[in-house]
C-alpha cells in the first residue's frame, strides 16, 4: 500500500461541541436551549428517547478526556462555547457558566492541548427563539453582544475563534425540510434565517477585530468559520437543467459562505434568483453591504462528510409550495454508510481542495470535521476483550487522509485535520444511536470510555504524519 506523509506542522486533533458533550443542561446557571425545549416537549423525537440533558457526560469527566487526546498523540480539539450557558437573559456574562469554560481551557493548556473555540453549534437560547430567533435582527445583534462578550472574557487564553458551525444547517433543517424543532417547511423564512446568520457572523467579526485593533485579544489569535462544504456534483453528462441545479445547490449551500467569508458579499447569481425569480424578500437594511463586508475571516474549517449529487428536479415545487432547485441524483457507483445513509467518497476533500486553490487561492482551510457513525457498534466487540473492532473506521480516516495529503502535494492550502467525535458523543436527534468515536462511551457503566481498535491506529498516524 502506498505511504502518503503530511507535512510536519500538520496538525491533528479532534472536533466536538458543546451541546453534544458536556450535559449539565440546567445546572450552574445555565439557560434553555432549544435541544433542551425540543426534548422537554416532545422527547419521542429522540433516537430510544435520549434528550440533550446529559452529552456524553464530558464535565465529568474532562479530565480523563484530555488526556485521552493527548495520549492518543493530539495536538488541537475544537468545541463550543454554549451561549445558553455563558450568557444570562440580560445579556451579561454568568459568572459559573464563564469559570467553567476557564477552567476547561486551563485544563487543556496543562495537557497540553490547543483549544478551538466555536461560538455556535445549532443551539439558540430559547428565550431569543421566543422572539424570533434568527428571524429577528435583534437577535443578531444579541449574537454579537454574546460573541464580543466571549472575546473580551478568553481573549487571552483563546487563539482559534470561529463565529459558526455549519450556518447552513438551521434554515435547511429546522425551517425549510422540517426535520429539527420547530419542524417548519418554509422556505422563505429559510432564506431569512440564512440571510441574518450572515449578518450575525459578519457583526461578530466586526466585533472581534475591535477588539482585536484594542488590544483584547492576543496578538497570535485568528478568526474563521467552520461549514459543511460538500463538493456539488452532477451527472457526468449534464442538461442545461441539470447543470442550473447545480449553480443554486452550490450556491446556497457552498459559494454563499465562501464568498461571504472571503470577499465580504453574498453570490449575486443565487440573491438574484431568491429575489428576482422567486420573490422570496430578505430581511435587508441600508447599509447590509458594509455589515457583510466586515465578515472576511482568516482562514476557515470545512467540515467534510459526504458529497452533494444533485440534477434537475421532476418539478418546480414540493408538496408546502416551496421551490425545488434539485433532485438527489443516484451516482451509480456510489459506496453508502448505511448506517447514516450518507455516501462515502473520500476524493471530494480533495476536490474540496481544488476549489479553494482555483476560486479562493489566498484562502488557508482545515478538515474540521470527518468522521464515520457506525449503528449498533457493540455487535462488533472482540468476544475476549470487549473492544469494538472498527477497522471501517480505520479505512474511512486512512482514505481521506491520503487525498488531504495528495491535494497538499497538489497545491492546496490545508494545514490540519480535526477529526469529528474522537470520543462517543450525543447526536442530536439520533442521541447515541450511530457512534462516530475512537474512544466507546459505554452508557450502561457511567459513561465509561474505552478506545476501540482504531485508536492505536490513530495514535500512530497523529505522531508520525505518515498514513499507511
Ligand atoms: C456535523 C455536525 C456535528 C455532528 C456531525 C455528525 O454536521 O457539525 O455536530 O453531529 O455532523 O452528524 P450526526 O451527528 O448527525 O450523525
Given at each position: 500500500m502506498a505511504q502518503y506523509e503530511l507535512p510536519q506542522n500538520f496538525f491533528f486533533g479532534a472536533a466536538m461541541s458543546g451541546p453534544q458533550t458536556e450535559g449539565g443542561w440546567n445546572t450552574g446557571g445555565k439557560l434553555e436551549n432549544l435541544w433542551d425545549t425540543w426534548s422537554n416537549e416532545d422527547i419521542s423525537s429522540f433516537y430510544n428517547r435520549v434528550g440533550s440533558y446529559v452529552g456524553n457526560d464530558f464535565m465529568h469527566h474532562y479530565k480523563e478526556d484530555l488526556a485521552l487526546l493527548k495520549d492518543l498523540g493530539l495536538d488541537s480539539y475544537r468545541t463550543s462555547i454554549q451561549w445558553s450557558?455563558?450568557?444570562?437573559?440580560?445579556?451579561?456574562?454568568?459568572?459559573?457558566?464563564?469559570?467553567?469554560y476557564h477552567e476547561l481551557f486551563r485544563a487543556s493548556r496543562e495537557a497540553g492541548l490547543e483549544v478551538f473555540v466555536n461560538l455556535y453549534h445549532f443551539d439558540m437560547p430559547t428565550y431569543l427563539f421566543r422572539r424570533g430567533g434568527w428571524q429577528n435582527r435583534e437577535v443578531c445583534e444579541a449574537y454579537a453582544n454574546y460573541a464580543a462578550k466571549a472575546f473580551e472574557e478568553f481573549g487571552q487564553e483563546i487563539r482559534y475563534w470561529f463565529t459558526f458551525n455549519e450556518p447552513i444547517v438551521e434554515p435547511e433543517q429546522r425551517y425549510w425540510h422540517g426535520v429539527w424543532y420547530p419542524r417548519h417547511h418554509n422556505f422563505q423564512e429559510a432564506c431569512e434565517v440564512q440571510y441574518n446568520i450572515s449578518i450575525a457572523h459578519a457583526l461578530a467579526v466586526s466585533r472581534y477585530r475591535e477588539l482585536y485593533r484594542a488590544g483584547k485579544i492576543r496578538e497570535d489569535a485568528r478568526i474563521g468559520m467552520i461549514c459543511n462544504f460538500s463538493p456539488s456534483y452532477t451527472k457526468d453528462d449534464p442538461s442545461e437543467a441539470d447543470l442550473e441545479a447545480l449553480r443554486m445547490n452550490d450556491g446556497l449551500t457552498n459559494r454563499w459562505w465562501l464568498d461571504l467569508v472571503t470577499r465580504g458579499k453574498l453570490p449575486a447569481d443565487v440573491i438574484k434568483t431568491l429575489v428576482d425569480d422567486l420573490g422570496i424578500v430578505l430581511p435587508q437594511r441600508p447599509y447590509d453591504e458594509a455589515v457583510l463586508a466586515g465578515g472576511v475571516v482568516d482562514w476557515i474549517g470545512c467540515n467534510y462528510y459526504q458529497p452533494s449529487r444533485v440534477q434537475a428536479p421532476s418539478k418546480t415545487h414540493?408538496?408546502?409550495?416551496?421551490?425545488?432547485?434539485?433532485?438527489?441524483?443516484?451516482?451509480?457507483?456510489?459506496?453508502?454508510?448505511?448506517?447514516?445513509?450518507?455516501?462515502?467518497?473520500?476524493?471530494?476533500?480533495?476536490?474540496?481542495?481544488?476549489?479553494?486553490?482555483?476560486?479562493?487561492?489566498?484562502?488557508?482551510?482545515?478538515?474540521?470535521?470527518?468522521g464515520i457513525g457506525i449503528e449498533r457498534e457493540y455487535l462488533n466487540k472482540d468476544p475476549e476483550t470487549q473492544q469494538v473492532m472498527d477497522d471501517y473506521?480505520?479505512?474511512?480516516?486512512?482514505?481521506?487522509?491520503?487525498?488531504?495529503?495528495?491535494?497538499?502535494?497538489?497545491?492546496?492550502?490545508?494545514v490540519g485535520y480535526h477529526y469529528w467525535g474522537l470520543i462517543d458523543n450525543w447526536s442530536w436527534a439520533n442521541a447515541f444511536k450511530n457512534r462516530y468515536g475512537f474512544v466507546e462511551v459505554d452508557l450502561m457503566e457511567n459513561y465509561e470510555r474505552r478506545p476501540k481498535k482504531s485508536?492505536?491506529?490513530?495514535?500512530?498516524?497523529?505522531?508520525?504524519h505518515v498514513v499507511a
Open positions: 450557558r455563558l450568557i444570562d437573559q440580560d445579556g451579561n456574562i454568568n459568572p459559573e457558566g464563564a469559570a467553567w414540493d408538496e408546502w409550495g416551496n421551490p425545488l432547485f434539485a433532485e438527489p441524483y443516484i451516482w451509480p457507483e456510489r459506496v453508502m454508510n448505511e448506517s447514516r445513509g450518507w455516501e462515502i467518497y473520500p476524493k471530494g476533500i480533495y476536490d474540496f481542495g481544488m476549489k479553494c486553490k482555483n476560486e479562493y487561492p489566498e484562502l488557508e482551510w482545515f478538515v474540521s470535521e470527518n473506521r480505520i479505512d474511512f480516516v486512512r482514505d481521506h487522509l491520503t487525498w488531504v495529503a495528495r491535494a497538499i502535494a497538489d497545491g492546496a492550502r490545508c485508536a492505536t491506529w490513530l495514535k500512530q498516524v497523529a505522531e508520525t
